[in-house]
Structure formats: C-alpha cells, structure tokens
C-alpha cells in the first residue's frame, strides 16, 4: 500500500469530520469567518499527518505492505512542521476548529499506536518461535535448554 492510493490534491477536498471546505484563500469554516494564518498553516498539516497515519493503520490492520521508513519519514517531517506551528500558536489563541481538529487527531494517534504496538507484539512473538526453532535446529541434544550437560559426559 502506497501513499498514492489515498487522496491525490488537497485541492477542493473535504476536510475533518466538520464539513469544512477549501478555496485558494483557505479554509472556510460552514458559515464563519476565515481562519488564521496559522490555523489553516495547523489545519493543513493536520490533513497530512492524518492522511500518513490513515495509509499506516489501514495497511497494518488489512496485512498489506508498506514502507515503514518512508512512513516514519512523512510523520517526522510533519510533526517538526507542527511543532513549529505551535510555538506561534503559544502566541496568539487558536480557533476552536483547530482545537476540534486536534482531538480528532489525537484520536487516530491513539488508534495508530494501538495497531502498530499489537503488530509489534506479533513480530516479537513470531521472532521467539523462530529463533527457539534455530536453537534446537542447531543443537545436537548434547546440553539441554538449562546449559548442563546430560548424562554422565564429564
């Protein structure tokens, strides 16, 4: 699964859950005032990193492959964009729509990490069963698992 079997543009497409829509001045709330600079700044890379975590959680949920580098690529470079956003956010107060987006977001997160530690788990325990199969593939029956010899070999 690749980030191109999502969304292509941002370019006219529906924001949230809230109904927002897009023009080339920004993004315009249902029937209220333009948002600031750095609320839209805010709400476009929330599109961005919910779009990368969507593809993630989808892809680790369906067993579809996807390139985890370049995944944990897009989310860094988004989280350095937004942490930088809010220090100008400490600076002046945020819009409720993009406090509202936030917890939409937070919420994704949530479930992402829950997906990604359960596959985490997975692998761990595919990684043991694979590994003690190693072991006793290799093993002659000389020492047992403690690391005694058997029998009366010395």
């Given at each position: 699964?690749?980030?191109?079997?999502?969304?292509?543009?941002?370019?006219?497409?529906?924001?949230?859950?809230?109904?927002?829509?897009?023009?080339?001045?920004?993004?315009?709330?249902?029937?209220?005032?333009?948002?600031?600079?750095?609320?839209?700044?805010?709400l476009?890379?929330?599109?961005?990193?919910?779009?990368?975590?969507?593809?993630?959680?989808?892809a680790?949920?369906?067993?579809?492959?996807?390139?985890?580098?370049?995944?944990?690529?897009?989310?860094?470079?988004?989280?350095?964009?937004?942490?930088?956003?809010?220090?100008?956010?400490?600076?002046?107060?945020?819009?409720?729509?993009?406090?509202?987006?936030?917890?939409?977001?937070?919420?994704?997160?949530?479930?992402?990490?829950a997906?990604?530690?359960?596959?985490?788990?997975?692998?761990?325990?595919?990684?043991?069963?694979?590994?003690?199969?190693?072991?006793?593939?290799?093993?002659?029956?000389?020492?047992?698992?403690?690391?005694?010899?058997?029998?009366?070999?010395?």
């Amino acid at each position: 699964m690749t980030f191109d079997d999502g969304k292509g543009s941002d370019a006219g497409s529906t924001v949230g859950d809230v109904g927002e829509r897009r023009d080339e001045a920004g993004i315009l709330p249902p029937g209220g005032p333009r948002i600031s600079a750095t609320g839209t700044a805010l709400l476009r890379a929330m599109d961005r990193l919910e779009f990368v975590v969507d593809v993630e959680t989808r892809a680790l949920e369906t067993h579809h492959d996807i390139d985890l580098d370049e995944t944990n690529r897009r989310k860094s470079q988004i989280l350095l964009e937004l942490s930088r956003l809010m220090k100008v956010v400490d600076q002046e107060p945020m819009e409720r729509q993009v406090i509202d987006r936030m917890s939409g977001v937070r919420q994704k997160l949530a479930r992402n990490h829950a997906v990604l530690e359960l596959n985490l788990r997975a692998m761990n325990e595919v990684a043991e069963i694979v590994a003690a199969s190693i072991r006793a593939e290799d093993s002659d029956g000389t020492y047992n698992p403690a690391g005694h010899l058997k029998g009366s070999a010395r």
